[in-house]
């Protein structure tokens, strides 16, 4: 029997407005799922469980009354401990904030807040989301819930561990190098990094910017998309932001896959991966690529790519730790330390080369899209290492240069900003979920998930492709 924690976001949302599920139920099972595996895999590290109820009696007696009902209305949500929530301790998975309790949700949160959603608690992520490892000094490390010995990914970790365990139905997660779509895919969820400005945020230091875009991770495609009607608004604090018809990405277009024309790429053209994650990948193509009009070997020229996010990524963390790196260094990680001093070294013609380098690979990969619809390849580029590893140093016998070039399938699509849908794709050889990015045209998100949903319901047809589901007994022994 299906417990109400397991039900999508959707088909809850739907009961509680036909007065068959209450949020007061669905909260106490999701309570409940927390309870009973969060010990095996430390997803979830904060909670306001108290002041949740309250909220859910709240939202149970509107119900009842027949009051008018927003549309995430009594859905549990977890938070990443990136985003302020007020009287929730935020830390940012940093020693620094261990103490910190924001006096008002960001406003990101007081959206999805206002359209009903019950904060439940914190979601784990690396210092500063700094990493694809979500571990850090304040919480430790949250575990794969495949196999909580190896990563989950990250940053936006602990949010797609909660979703794979059914702790909760909708997570707020963040992308800057992929931190959305590398724990979707180790842990057999879906989330959308969307076009830069849809997502608001006024926590930019650089707004003018494709990096730290916010996003919506859940079970489903339908579930991500309802979240992202919500959080796709205007708002005049972030500079890229526009008008936008928010509540249009709640009916996910309908797409007719034998149409489309699809590009397929294993590594981008740049990235090193995995041998075993290339052939996963051939292999789970070979099993679809037949209902595509067309299904061809390409990709973005993105040949300067791996130089240019190299450059911006460093001056980010220069707008972002100016006063951490000045006054607080000892209590900063080595990740922080790394991005931060590689600023320091770059000269203002570099950082001239890499602002005009963007904009050159923007404008190329929209032309790439005047000829395809559609780009697919992986989402991350090796199976997941164990936690105790900081990052991976190695692809292929090949020596890595640094903490975050084993996540260049991801960054590589972050630096032009075209919108992309991460799904699970079955699981890979080792054992952990597969998944794959489906990227589309600039502010061509709605087709973007269309796309994804028409896949999601193909991949069910088949055990090979189907979203993979964790034992929630044996991380529940």
């Known amino acids: 029997m299906t417990e109400p924690c397991e039900l999508s976001a959707v088909e809850a949302r739907r009961l509680i407005g036909r007065k068959r599920l209450s949020p007061i139920e669905l909260l106490e099972s999701c309570i409940a799922r927390i309870e009973m595996v969060n010990a095996s895999v430390n997803a979830v590290v904060a909670t306001c469980y108290e002041r949740a109820r309250d909220e859910a009696r709240a939202a149970t007696d509107a119900v009842m009354q027949g009051d008018p009902l927003p549309p995430l209305h009594g859905l549990p949500l977890g938070v990443k401990d990136l985003n302020d929530t007020a009287g929730l301790v935020t830390t940012y998975g940093s020693p620094i904030y261990e103490d910190n309790v924001p006096d008002k949700d960001e406003s990101m949160v007081a959206t999805l807040r206002n359209a ?29 819930p495949f196999d909580p010995s190896r990563i989950c990914g990250g940053s936006s970790g602990g949010s797609a561990v909660a979703l794979a365990t059914d702790m909760v139905p909708l997570c707020t997660g963040s992308d800057s190098g992929g931190s959305l779509r590398i724990p979707a895919s180790f842990c057999g969820v879906v989330a959308h990094r969307s076009t830069p400005g849809l997502v608001p945020t006024e926590k930019h230091g650089l707004g003018y910017t494709t990096f730290g875009v916010q996003g919506p991770m859940a079970r489903t495609v339908e579930d991500t998309a309802m979240m992202l009607s919500v959080m796709a608004r205007y708002d005049g604090q972030d500079p890229l932001s526009a008008p936008v018809d928010g509540a249009a990405f709640a009916a996910v277009p309908e797409v007719d896959l034998s149409k489309l024309r699809v590009a397929i790429s294993e590594d981008l053209g740049f990235a090193h991966v995995d041998n075993s994650i290339r052939q996963t990948f051939k292999d789970r193509v070979e099993l679809f690529k037949s209902v595509f009009a067309e299904c061809s070997v390409g990709a973005p020229d993105l040949k300067t790519v791996r130089r240019t996010n190299h450059v911006l990524r460093a001056m980010h963390f220069l707008a972002r730790h100016r006063d951490h790196f000045a006054n607080k260094r000892d209590q900063l990680g080595p990740n922080v330390i790394a991005n931060y001093e590689m600023a320091l070294q770059l000269s203002g013609e570099e950082t001239t080369w890499a602002l005009a380098e963007q904009t050159k690979l923007f404008r190329s990969t929209q032309s790439f899209f005047e000829d395809v619809d559609i780009l697919i390849c992986p989402a991350v580029a090796i199976p997941p290492f164990p936690v105790e590893q900081p990052y991976c140093d190695e692809v292929n016998g090949v020596k890595l240069d640094n903490y975050f070039e084993w996540l260049a399938m991801t960054w590589g699509l972050t630096i032009p ?27 061509d998100d709605r087709f973007v998930l269309g796309v994804a949903k028409a896949l999601e319901g193909l991949f069910a047809e088949n055990a090979e492709l189907a979203r993979p589901l964790p034992d929630i007994k044996a991380l529940a022994a």
């Open 116 to 144: 009903g959603a019950i904060v439940i608690g914190k979601t784990n992520t690396p210092e500063f989301g700094a990493g694809a490892n979500t571990k850090n000094p304040v919480y430790g490390a949250t575990g794969n």
């Open 417 to 443: 900003g075209n919108p992309v849908t991460a799904l699970p794709c079955g699981l890979e050889p080792s054992g952990a979920p597969f998944g794959i990015q489906i990227c589309g045209k600039h502010y």
